[in-house]
């Protein structure tokens, strides 16, 4: 089986920037692909997705549970062919998690992530 | 008139939508007219999730459009429609004369389209049927967001 990617969907230049702080952190690179919907209708962000997922097996994080980022990636992981699975509110700390434990099918990953990724959502204490 | 908005956007409902155009107009309706979409459950849910709780989501066909659009004009809340291609607008048109404007909100790359503005490329084809649309007497002008100039169709086809 191939190893686990992710796949990070977003606007503008979101995807890109969390990539760049995973690295920075980690010095993990070649893990995580940025896509952006930014020029895109729904017909070129697919084909955005096709290129970065190739053969999966993936894990697609979207930064809204909604839109087009989000339409255009659970589509793919429907009918994609890939094993892919969507998480939706990326954010860095799942990625941190993630980069680390890329030892299970999408899926799980995937639930793993959401979970890293709400521990870290919290009010500072004052 | 109830519709405050008609959309040609070939990502239907998304951030622009919802939130750019939806907090300014205070949208509590979004109509989606897309024949595809209509006849499936699995895209309908899709769209529903990008849209938040208090605004209801209402997927038609044309046909189905052209028959309910003078009652969404007459709600008193205020709504969206939204197409996802320049055909479905004209179909739209043709079946309702009273329908006097389009906003076309994202056009994107496709083979074939030249870019007329950043967010809209358009065939020569395409570009001849919004040309058609305006001399039908409808008010076809191009703008993403609220805050942006709308450009009218003579100056980007």
């Given amino acids: 089986m191939s190893e686990l990617r992710g796949v990070i969907v977003s606007h503008a230049a979101v995807a890109q920037a969390l990539v760049a702080a995973v690295t920075a952190i980690t010095g993990i690179e070649g893990v995580l692909t940025p896509v952006s919907n930014e020029g895109c209708g729904t017909e070129a962000l697919g084909q955005r997705l096709r290129e970065a997922v190739g053969a999966g097996p993936a894990v697609l994080f979207v930064d809204l549970p909604g839109g087009s980022c989000f339409t255009s990636s659970a589509r793919y992981a429907k009918q994609g062919g890939a094993d892919v699975a969507v998480v939706t509110g990326v954010n860095l700390a799942m990625l941190l998690d993630f980069v680390f434990h890329r030892d299970s099918p999408p899926a799980e990953a995937a639930r793993r992530a959401v979970d890293a990724g709400a521990k870290a959502i919290r009010v500072a204490a004052s | ?157």
């Fill in chain 2, 1 to 157: 008139m109830s519709l405050a908005l008609y959309r040609i956007d070939d990502r239907l409902i998304h951030g622009q939508v919802v939130v750019g155009w939806g907090q300014p107009l205070d949208v509590a309706f979004i109509v989606l007219v897309d024949d595809e979409v209509s006849s499936s459950d699995w895209e309908q849910d899709l769209y529903r999730m990008g849209v938040p709780p208090q605004i209801e989501v209402i997927f038609a066909s044309v046909e189905q459009a052209a028959a309910q659009l003078s009652g969404w004009e007459a709600d008193p809340r205020v709504g969206i429609l939204l197409v996802g291609d320049i055909d479905t607008a004209v179909a739209l048109a043709a079946r309702v004369p009273q329908l006097k404007r389009f906003n076309v909100g994202g056009v994107h790359h496709r083979t074939g389209r030249k870019e007329r503005l950043r967010f809209v490329y358009l065939t020569d084809d395409e570009a001849a049927k919004l040309r058609q649309l305006a001399a039908r007497g409808v008010d076809v002008t191009a703008q993403d967001v609220p805050t942006a100039r709308a450009i009218p169709v003579t100056e980007f086809t």
